[in-house]
């Protein structure tokens, strides 16, 4: 068997499908472009296929990760134009590789997200004060949010309150830009299958806690890239062993 890492990305409609429609959408691109994929066995099979880490309903990307197991070789152009050509629009292969037999699996590697998070202010701040509030927001020793977790005793359902520390997995926030009431940012967060935090509850905490009023409803994210820890940096998936 080998085994082709893609990156893709995932635009417009296609922000609002649920992950499982995703991989769908791909296991019949495959069968399309009659590409050599590898099938599991048994009664169902399906073609062998495995993403890094689920992306949010609503949220674009240009670094979504997956690996594929073929049967045999294709040239990697090949399968990426034939791949391409039945996919739908918004979604896109930007780059593979095979990559060696022993590398671990996208979900167990990675370790980062890379966000660009696009918010609009309730009133005008200049860029300094801005980040002023975001350094002293980072300065806490924790910053503590509230969720529901679903919980079921004695066959019967009911949501508990839940106290979680995110500030270890606010790796940082950097201001890019500003333009009237307009404020780019870029997030990096953990990420993994251990540690996983979405941006938008680091959003919802930015507003709770600065002088940083968000207008509701107005904030865009979009995935930059996904990062893994190698030796004491963090880099691309795609920098693997071929």
């Known amino acids: ?44 099979p399906h073609p062998i296929m495995s993403f890094a880490t689920a992306l949010g309903i609503g949220v674009a990307s240009d670094a979504e990760y997956m690996d594929i197991q073929l049967d045999r070789e294709i040239e990697v152009e090949l399968f990426m134009k034939t791949v391409n050509a039945t996919l739908p629009k918004g979604l896109c292969i ?20 890379v966000y660009a998070i696009e918010i609009k202010l309730e009133k005008r701040m200049n860029k300094e004060n801005i980040e002023k509030e975001i350094d002293e927001f980072l300065k806490q020793d924790e910053i503590i949010y509230r969720k529901e ?67 509701e409803d107005s904030v865009k994210v979009a995935r930059l890239e996904l990062l893994k820890k190698q030796e004491k940096q963090y880099v691309s998936l795609m920098d693997v062993a071929t």
């Not at 499908?17 to 099938?39: E, T």
């Not at 930007?94 to 997200?113: F, G, P, Q, T």
């Not at 251990?194 to 940083?212: S, Y």
């Open 149 to 215: 977790r679903k919980k079921k005793n004695k066959g019967k359902r009911y949501k508990k309150i839940i106290e979680v520390d995110i500030r270890q997995s606010i790796c940082n926030i950097e201001v890019l830009s500003l333009a009237e009431k307009k404020v780019i940012m870029k997030m990096i967060l953990a990420a993994g299958s251990e540690n996983n935090l979405k941006p938008e509850v680091v959003i919802t905490k930015l507003n709770e806690m600065t002088g940083v009023s968000i207008v």
């Open 94 to 113: 930007l780059a593979c590789k095979y990559i060696d037999k022993s590398e671990k699996s996208l979900m167990s590697i990675v370790a980062r997200s």
């Open 1 to 44: 068997m080998l085994r082709i890492r893609c990156r893709f990305s995932k635009k417009d409609d296609m922000v609002y499908i649920s992950h499982l429609d995703l991989v769908k959408f791909f296991g019949r691109a495959m069968r399309r472009a009659n590409v050599p994929i590898a099938y599991s066995q048994g009664f169902n």
